[in-house]
């Protein structure tokens, strides 16, 4: 036997050996993908730099109409292209797992969660205008160029565009990939409970710029309960899209409720009360949220006849 044929095949192995101990801390081996914090933070933050880039260019080249139609197209763009590297190359799983399974069930489930989100938003005007913190000043208001029905079906989209980004993000990324992470330590449900409360944590702190008080972390620590809750519950992302898209929609341009947002309006509201209670992250809201949740829990309930923590939030199919 030839005495050079040991130190052939032991070198290159010893040379793999060292690769994976240096790259263990960030690449899993026996999945062929990042570990997951890395599959967590990544998107997350690749995704809000691609924002700030398409905002920062659109809002320079585009004037008021254009503007927010190509901003739409750029989020969208985003959109499609985070669900597609994150589950191609950084997750390396099928996108139906991220909670995209677009079947009947899911379409219906959607409906349900705008249907829900709309009925609170209604009922907190109609404890806005019992309590007199807010006045009707009219119908159908357009702040700008283009006539009210071709700027809400402009508003609407942008809304739904952002709306989809923000859950694909926060809980089909973030969550999932902190639970599966965490899931290897601890057992599933504890797991999943941790990736909960973390996102939550991350979804109230990364809307810190509309938060003018600190009580106000609330509402969207809240607002980050409700919609990672039902991903939770049902493991998919139809109810959370639904109800988060329709509320940001129906809260300002339908009912006039919005502050922080510049939209036309089907029902023109003049806040009057105090803002703690009527403002955008008042009490009025922050109970309407509430509402919401337990609107979707009981639907997920009558759905599935129990409650229960869906374990397909700690499983992996590998596409590799």
């Given at each position: 036997?030839?005495?050079?044929?040991?130190?052939?095949?032991?070198?290159?192995?010893?040379?793999?050996?060292?690769?994976?101990?240096?790259?263990?801390?960030?690449?899993?081996?026996?999945?062929?993908r990042l570990r997951a914090p890395f599959r967590a933070i990544i998107p997350v933050i690749a995704t809000f730099l691609a924002l700030a880039i398409v905002q920062s260019v659109v809002r320079s080249q585009f004037e008021h109409p254009v503007r927010e139609s190509a901003e739409m197209i750029g989020i969208a763009g985003v959109l499609i292209g985070a669900v597609l590297v994150s589950s191609r190359l950084i997750d390396r799983r099928p996108a139906t797992e991220y909670g995209l399974s677009f079947n009947r069930q899911w379409l219906q489930m959607f409906a349900v969660g705008g249907l829900a989100a709309t009925l609170i938003n209604a009922g907190a005007v109609a404890v806005g205008l019992g309590a007199g913190w807010v006045t009707?000043?009219?119908?159908?208001?357009?702040p700008g160029v283009i006539s009210f029905?071709?700027?809400?079906?402009?508003?609407?989209?942008?809304?739904?565009v952002a709306g989809l980004w923000e859950e694909f993000i926060f809980r089909g990324v973030l969550l999932k990939n902190i639970a599966e992470g965490v899931n290897g330590y601890v057992r599933n449900e504890i797991a999943i409970g941790i990736a909960l409360a973390i996102?939550?944590?991350v979804f109230a702190f990364l809307h810190g710029g509309k938060v003018t008080h600190l009580s106000h972390y609330g509402y969207y620590l809240l607002a980050g309960l409700v919609?990672?809750?039902?991903?939770?519950?049902?493991?998919?992302?139809?109810?959370?899209?639904?109800?988060?898209?329709?509320?940001?929609?129906?809260?300002?341009?339908?009912?006039?409720?919005?502050?922080?947002?510049?939209?036309?309006?089907?029902?023109?509201?003049?806040?009057?009360?105090?803002?703690?209670?009527?403002?955008?992250?008042?009490l009025v809201h922050?109970?309407?949220?509430?509402?919401?949740?337990?609107?979707?829990?009981?639907?997920?309930?009558?759905m599935d006849g129990e409650l229960r923590i869906h374990d397909c939030l700690t499983r992996w199919t590998s596409t590799v």
């Open positions: 036997m030839s005495p050079q044929l040991p130190v052939e095949l032991t070198a290159p192995t010893g040379l793999r050996q060292a690769w994976q101990y240096v790259t263990w801390p960030v690449w899993n081996h026996d999945h062929h009707v000043a009219g119908i159908v208001q357009t029905l071709p700027a809400m079906v402009v508003v609407f989209g942008y809304i739904m996102n939550c944590i919609l990672g809750g039902v991903y939770v519950l049902t493991g998919e992302l139809a109810l959370s899209m639904g109800f988060h898209i329709f509320y940001n929609y129906t809260q300002s341009a339908v009912f006039g409720l919005g502050v922080s947002q510049q939209t036309p309006e089907l029902l023109v509201l003049n806040l009057v009360g105090p803002t703690q209670y009527i403002g955008e992250e008042g922050v109970g309407a949220t509430a509402v919401g949740g337990l609107l979707l829990l009981g639907y997920v309930y009558w």
